[in-house]
Every structure is written in C-alpha cells, then in structure tokens.
C-alpha cells in the first residue's frame, strides 16, 4: 500500500455517544467517500447494520468492520494522537486547528490518528476533550456555529484526504471515476491550420461580409489562445469548421442545380 492509502488506513474515526442511526450511516457514507475504513462508535444510542446499509448504500465493507466500545478511553487505547473536533475552543492550553491545518500536520502520523465526534445534541464533553490531544473546528457564521454531525466530518475527512493524496488523485479523474488519457496540447502549426480554416468557415457564412476580417480573426485568435486547446478539443473544432464549408459547398451546388433547373423549366 502506498503512503497516502496508508495514511487513510491508519486513521479511525470515532462517535462519541451518536443518538441516532441515521448520523451514523451519514458519517458513513462520508468516509467510503472519502477512502476511510476503520469506524468506531462509544456507547451508540441505537445501532442497526442492516439499516445502516439500506440508508449508506455499498458500506457493507465499512459495517462490517465497525468496532463499539463502552467507553472513550478504550476505543482510543491504541491511537497515538487525537483530534476532537468541536464547535468551541476552550481557555485552557490545548492546539487547535482549522480542519485543513490539522489535515496538514497529523494527518499522517505513523501510530494513528482518531478523530473523534461527540453527540449530536451537545458534542464533546469537557471529560471527553481532556483526553484529546488537539482540537479541530470548523469556521462557522459565529451566530450559528453548531453543524450537522455528518456535515461536519464529511468536511474534516476531506481534508484529511486531500493532504494524504494530494491534487494527483483527482486531478487525473474524470467525475465518472474512471483515468483520464491526457492528450497532448495543440502545437503552433496545428493552431495557425486551423485558424485558416475558420477563417475560411467564417467567410463562407458571412461573418465578414462587407468589413475587414482581420480584426475579427484577431478575437477569434485570442478566444481560442486563452482556451489552451489540446489536440482533442482542437480537433473537434476544426471538424466544425470542416462541416461548415462542406455544407457551404453542398448550399452551393444546390443552388445551382435550382438554376439549371428553372433555366431549363
């Protein structure tokens, strides 16, 4: 496994005392989302797996490898940093983060990370923060700063993915999931090919009827320069210019079929 799965793999997150099965099934989605495995929940109000998937869909892997523990300290017991997120910072000496900071600066730590998410209707006790070594919160509007239990870990696991992985891992996708095949940037001389024939293209629908088409081509120059074009999408425009003047050339020659036809009649 590479370092940035690793990474992913030797994160937990962790429910503190989640009141309902719906927010667990939520967070779940965020994590097979996001790439993360390993679920610990402490003292669920309610736990159904077979409910959890029928609202998660395609989780059964992360289901089935939750793990419940009665108590905090014991689901945290082999994790060498915890990050608690909360909607508050506190008055005592404790590092506190932005989620993006604290993605940045353990998220890969070799002993693993937990990152823990109290109840729904209170977050994390002052009992439950002791035992943190780092806090997490996200910038909310100050006069609203409580967050949907899944909406806030969707948002925290991101981050963590994104330092793990980096831009490489998304940037080469297509939003279908599927690797991209790169196509190679249009040259010079394919570019000034095909300004001609739109030119040409341009003339044949009357574009430039009556006026210099010079500075008109200058625009289309610039338009077309800004898009940095690949060879894949210059070809598709150029076919259209190409349908252009063979339609053009149809026009024409239907034209003076028209005429024969009437001279002839």
């Not at 990050?83 to 005592?92: E, I, V």
């Not at 997490?136 to 700063?145: F, G, K, L, R």
Request: hydrophobic share 40%; proline share 4%; net charge negative.
């Amino acid at each position: 496994m590479s370092e940035g799965p690793a990474r992913l793999e030797r994160t937990c997150i962790v429910l503190h005392e989640p009141q309902d099965v719906v927010n667990i099934a939520l967070v779940i989605r965020a994590m097979k989302n996001m790439g993360f495995s390993r679920l610990r929940l402490v003292n669920p109000g309610e736990f159904d797996a077979w409910r959890i998937t029928g609202i998660a869909h395609d989780t059964e892997d992360v289901v089935e490898r939750i793990r419940i523990f009665d108590d905090l300290p014991a689901a945290l017991a082999d994790v060498s940093y915890v990050l608690g997120a909360t909607a508050r910072r506190r008055s005592t000496r404790q590092d506190w983060w932005s989620p993006e900071e604290a993605a940045a600066s353990r998220g890969g730590r070799d002993g693993g990370l937990a990152v823990v998410f109290g109840r729904e209707d209170r977050g994390l006790s002052n009992e439950a923060l002791d035992l943190c070594h780092g806090l997490v919160c996200i910038p909310t509007n100050p006069d609203h700063t409580s967050m949907n239990l899944a909406h806030a870990a969707v948002i925290i696991l991101y981050e963590l993915r994104k330092a793990a992985l980096g831009r490489a891992d998304w940037e080469a996708r297509d939003l279908d999931g599927k690797r991209r095949q790169r196509t190679p940037p249009a040259s010079h001389a394919e570019l000034e090919e095909f300004f001609d024939l739109w030119e040409r293209a341009m003339e044949e629908i009357g574009l430039f009827h009556g006026i210099e088409p010079l500075p008109k081509m200058r625009s289309f120059r610039n338009m077309f320069q800004r898009a940095d074009l690949d060879r894949r999408e210059l070809g598709l425009i150029l076919a259209t210019a190409y349908e252009v003047l063979n339609f053009a050339h149809r026009e024409k020659i239907r034209a003076r079929e028209r005429a024969d036809a009437e001279a002839g009649g």
